[in-house]
């Protein structure tokens, strides 16, 4: 449910977003307009060329699932193209399930700790709510205020946080500015590093485990051989957007970039020794 289908999809990432000619985009596309590599049957037509043809921003986007939810419940099968009457609504109703989808993923990650047991009745309400509004028609979904379900949604999640880390705290660095910090090998397990800028940082064979990662900005931080196994809120969205190699570990139903570098080419071999 909250894993991206593409196949179940009508490109539906490909067309709401907008994006301008950058180091992420070859073109500028405006929100609600098809990019010109969709093909007919909403496959990509570069899809395992994206990086080398300027398409970088696309392998790094993930929709928790919102894509095939709203293609084939919100709107049972009936794709933008065959049916334009939906199109207009169908774009401004997917980021609005995307944000439901994404706030579901971490209610769902709170809840499988056993240290987050004391809250388990509270967080069980709050997903099933979620997941209920989910299945609302699209007039209904419109009108959601989704930013209030997320605040209302955050002291219970950082609560849950506190009580996983109790037994192993670290630093505290909410919403750090640590952009192109060297944090090779620092004591980060257990950190709060909630909103953190991580934003190029070199987290190299970190152990981050039990961090506090929802809303860590990870674009471009180096993560080779670190250890993300048991980090907390980690989503693929983050994942994708960081740079590691086939050392780095992983949570569980978290999937390796195939954009990301084998141990072994990511290792840059020293200077020669002269005999």
């Not at 706030?103 to 769902?108: E, F």
Request: proline share 7%.
């Amino acid at each position: 449910m909250l894993r991206a289908d593409c196949a179940n999809c009508f490109g539906l990432c490909c067309v709401v977003p907008a994006y301008s000619a950058s180091a992420d985009f070859a073109i500028t596309k405006p929100a609600g307009t098809p990019c010109p590599n969709l093909l007919a049957d909403f496959r990509c037509g570069i899809h395992t060329q994206l990086r080398d043809r300027g398409f970088a921003g696309c392998t790094v986007y993930d929709c928790f699932g919102a894509g095939q939810h709203v293609a084939q419940h919100t709107y049972r099968g009936e794709d933008w193209r065959a049916h334009p009457e939906h199109a207009q609504e169908m774009f401004a109703v997917f980021p609005v399930v995307r944000e439901l989808h994404e706030l579901l993923w971490h209610l769902t990650e709170a809840e499988r700790w056993p240290a987050a047991d004391p809250l388990r009745p509270d967080l069980a309400s709050l997903r099933t709510e979620l997941t209920e509004l989910t299945r609302l028609p699209p007039a209904d979904l419109l009108t959601l205020d989704v930013a209030s379900r997320w605040q209302a949604a955050d002291p219970l999640l950082s609560r849950a946080s506190e009580l996983i880390r109790a037994d192993s705290p670290g630093p505290e660095r909410r919403g750090a500015d640590l952009i192109g910090a060297d944090l090779r090998r620092k004591r980060l397990r257990g950190a709060n590093l909630r909103g953190a800028y991580l934003i190029g940082a070199n987290l190299r064979e970190t152990d981050l485990t039990l961090a506090d990662l929802i809303g860590a900005d990870l674009r471009g931080a180096e993560v080779s051989g670190a250890n993300l196994s048991e980090a907390l809120f980690l989503t693929q969205f983050q994942v994708n957007a960081a740079r590691g190699d086939s050392a780095t570990r992983l949570p569980p139903g978290l999937d390796r970039p195939a954009h990301w570098t084998s141990a072994a080419r990511a290792k840059r071999p020293g200077p020669r020794r002269r005999r």
